[in-house]
């Protein structure tokens, strides 16, 4: 265990995910000194006492060892009534975390990828220096200076904050807005999986029923959208292609019957699992109007899938998108991840090369995310995180394969407790990147979430945002639509 404690209640968050990211197999508490009692059967192997002196214009911090060495570190600041923006070089928040990280990297001879950031969305910082007039050197500059970013990962960013700017042009007058739909089903929940998702064995008589509550929220928000530019649709999940044919017919009937698609540039449906994926479901998808799906192997190793709980071989990922370039889908996603349990640098390599011989439009390559609400976080209290730890080398290997298909970088995501430190990066050809992932996240336009534990987003003047989200528990969801309007229509009126 490691133990932080602080002179004030402040970046409990920041001090946690940093320390994290340097002892990925340690507990990590941090509070303010003397409100905690640390029981005593505690073996902790490293105290840091901080002293956030911003009035002062300096951050303090002591580093004790479990043999009782110790170092101490100080670090100048700007005074917090001076930090007049969250990215400021020399704001106390910024400074501490370099501090940490300091004395972290000494202690552990570890660097970090990302450096100190800590938030899901680096290209954000990028994106933001580049429309405000920073030319690429000004913004790698920065990204290094403010927070310790590797080459690598700042070339990365900027990259990609280029692309974004491009593939959002159009899309940020204000006028424009995404509509998502979730599909809570699967046919069987993955290990590592932490969103609500429910086995379609269990729900099989009430797919109907949630999908006529669905029906209601569309009647309902419809109408408040009326004059807005429909820009993306996605049906997520879950695995939509869970639903039989005549059910994802009706759904994609009611979208484009009740929302103006005309200006729509894409319509995407994630079939994700190739278990539920079937050529009657793949032509009424075509039909319909679909423009993009996703068949996610996450691994080529068939090893690796049983030990994961994806009840599919290696065999059915191929046949399925086969079916799915048969069928006429010219944009197809495939996602994997990297980290999986048992799985090397090799099993990773046999992986690309399976997947640069079916030659998807795009891939999104996951670093694998040990997540609360998943079965393998029980797993990992239990054993330990031997046997799963992303690699640079796998990351090398994901990136050359799949700038060898054509494929490159246009959106980044980073997650908590991430494996290696990295990241999750979507590479695309030129004329088949999904817009709907660069709006989420980038934020710059409203999104519409219908369906249960679906979350919405309202882009303010100002950019300020706010979020409402449906219930995550599925019978809960259908009984509040059944007695009630949609909450989404008081959130969006």
Same mark, same amino acid.
């Given at each position: 265990?490691?133990?932080?404690?602080?002179?004030? @209640?402040?970046?409990?968050?920041?001090?946690?995910?940093?320390?994290?990211?340097?002892?990925?197999?340690?507990?990590?508490?941090?509070?303010?000194?003397?409100?905690?009692?640390?029981?005593?059967?505690?073996?902790?192997?490293?105290?840091?006492?901080?002293?956030?002196?911003?009035?002062?214009?300096?951050?303090?911090?002591?580093?004790?060892?479990?043999?009782?060495?110790?170092?101490?570190?100080?670090?100048?600041?700007?005074?917090?009534?001076?930090?007049?923006?969250?990215?400021?070089?020399?704001?106390?928040?910024?400074?501490?975390?370099?501090?940490? #990280? @300091?004395?972290?990297?000494?202690?552990?001879?570890?660097?970090?990828?990302?450096?100190?950031?800590?938030?899901?969305?680096?290209?954000?910082?990028?994106?933001?220096?580049?429309?405000?007039?920073?030319?690429?050197?000004?913004?790698?500059?920065?990204?290094?200076?403010?927070?310790?970013?590797?080459?690598?990962?700042?070339?990365?960013?900027? @990259?990609?904050?280029?692309?974004?700017?491009?593939?959002?042009?159009?899309?940020?007058?204000?006028?424009?807005?995404?509509?998502?739909?979730?599909?809570?089903?699967?046919?069987?929940?993955?290990? #590592?999986?932490?969103?609500?998702?429910?086995?379609?064995?269990?729900?099989? !008589?009430?797919?109907?029923?949630?999908?006529?509550?669905?029906?209601?929220?569309?009647?309902?928000?419809?109408?408040?959208?009326? !004059?807005?530019?429909?820009?993306?649709?996605?049906?997520?999940?879950?695995?939509?292609?869970? %639903?039989?044919?005549?059910?994802?017919?009706?759904?994609?009937?009611?979208?484009?019957?009740?929302?103006?698609?005309?200006?729509?540039?894409?319509?995407?449906?994630?079939? !994700?699992?190739?278990?539920?994926?079937?050529?009657?479901?793949?032509?009424?998808?075509?039909?319909?109007?679909?423009?993009?799906?996703?068949?996610?192997?996450?691994?080529?190793?068939?090893?690796? %899938?049983?030990?994961?709980?994806?009840?599919?071989?290696?065999?059915?990922?191929?046949?399925?998108?086969?079916?799915?370039?048969?069928?006429?889908?010219?944009?197809?996603?495939?996602?994997?991840?990297?980290?999986?349990?048992?799985?090397?640098?090799?099993?990773?390599?046999?992986?690309?090369?399976?997947?640069?011989?079916?030659?998807?439009?795009?891939?999104?390559?996951?670093?694998?995310?040990?997540?609360?609400?998943?079965? %393998?976080?029980?797993?990992?209290?239990?054993?330990?995180?031997?046997?799963?730890?992303?690699?640079?080398?796998?990351?090398?290997?994901?990136? @050359?394969?799949?700038?060898?298909?054509?494929?490159?970088? #246009?959106?980044? #995501?980073?997650?908590?407790?991430?494996?290696?430190?990295?990241?999750?990066?979507?590479?695309?050809?030129?004329?088949?990147?999904?817009?709907?992932?660069?709006?989420?996240?980038?934020?710059?336009?409203?999104?519409?979430?219908?369906?249960?534990?679906?979350?919405?987003?309202?882009?303010?003047?100002?950019?300020?945002?706010?979020?409402?989200?449906?219930?995550?528990?599925?019978?809960?969801?259908?009984?509040?639509?059944?007695?009630?309007?949609?909450?989404?229509?008081?959130?969006?009126?």
């Amino acid at each position: 265990m490691i133990i932080v404690n602080t002179d004030r @209640e402040k970046y409990f968050y920041d001090i946690h995910s940093l320390v994290k990211s340097f002892y990925p197999e340690e507990d990590v508490l941090v509070f303010v000194k003397n409100s905690q009692t640390v029981p005593e059967d505690s073996k902790v192997i490293l105290t840091i006492d901080i002293l956030l002196k911003w009035d002062e214009g300096h951050i303090d911090a002591t580093f004790i060892k479990e043999n009782g060495d110790t170092r101490s570190l100080s670090k100048t600041c700007i005074k917090e009534s001076e930090t007049d923006s969250a990215d400021m070089t020399d704001s106390p928040k910024n400074v501490l975390k370099r501090l940490l #990280y @300091e004395a972290l990297f000494e202690e552990t001879k570890r660097s970090l990828p990302w450096g100190t950031l800590t938030g899901i969305r680096p290209v954000k910082i990028a994106m933001h220096r580049l429309l405000s007039g920073d030319d690429d050197n000004a913004i790698k500059d920065y990204m290094k200076k403010t927070y310790i970013c590797s080459d690598e990962k700042t070339d990365l960013s900027v @990259e990609i904050a280029h692309r974004e700017n491009r593939l959002l042009e159009g899309t940020t007058d204000g006028n424009g807005y995404s509509l998502y739909i979730n599909i809570p089903f699967c046919p069987t929940r993955c290990a #590592y999986c932490s969103f609500m998702s429910s086995p379609i064995g269990l729900w099989k !008589g009430q797919v109907d029923k949630y999908l006529d509550c669905v029906k209601k929220e569309i009647d309902q928000t419809a109408p408040l959208f009326k !004059g807005k530019r429909l820009d993306s649709v996605y049906v997520g999940g879950g695995t939509p292609t869970t %639903l039989e044919p005549y059910q994802l017919e009706k759904l994609i009937s009611w979208i484009k019957d009740s929302y103006d698609m005309s200006s729509a540039r894409e319509f995407t449906i994630e079939s !994700g699992r190739p278990d539920s994926i079937t050529m009657d479901k793949l032509i009424t998808m075509k039909k319909g109007g679909v423009t993009r799906i996703s068949v996610n192997p996450q691994t080529m190793r068939d090893r690796t %899938l049983e030990l994961i709980g994806r009840h599919h071989s290696v065999k059915q990922t191929v046949d399925a998108f086969n079916m799915a370039r048969e069928a006429g889908f010219d944009h197809i996603n495939m996602d994997i991840i990297l980290g999986l349990p048992g799985e090397e640098l090799s099993d990773v390599e046999y992986t690309m090369n399976e997947i640069q011989k079916l030659r998807p439009d795009e891939l999104t390559v996951h670093s694998l995310a040990i997540k609360r609400a998943s079965r %393998l976080y029980d797993y990992v209290a239990d054993h330990g995180l031997a046997g799963m730890d992303t690699t640079s080398n796998m990351m090398k290997v994901a990136e @050359e394969g799949a700038r060898k298909m054509g494929l490159s970088p #246009y959106y980044l #995501y980073r997650q908590k407790n991430i494996s290696g430190n990295f990241e999750n990066t979507g590479y695309g050809l030129e004329d088949k990147m999904c817009l709907y992932n660069i709006i989420t996240m980038e934020e710059t336009q409203s999104i519409l979430a219908l369906g249960s534990g679906s979350v919405s987003k309202r882009i303010f003047e100002g950019h300020r945002i706010e979020r409402k989200g449906n219930p995550k528990d599925v019978k809960l969801y259908m009984e509040n639509m059944e007695k009630n309007p949609s909450p989404m229509m008081e959130f969006f009126k």
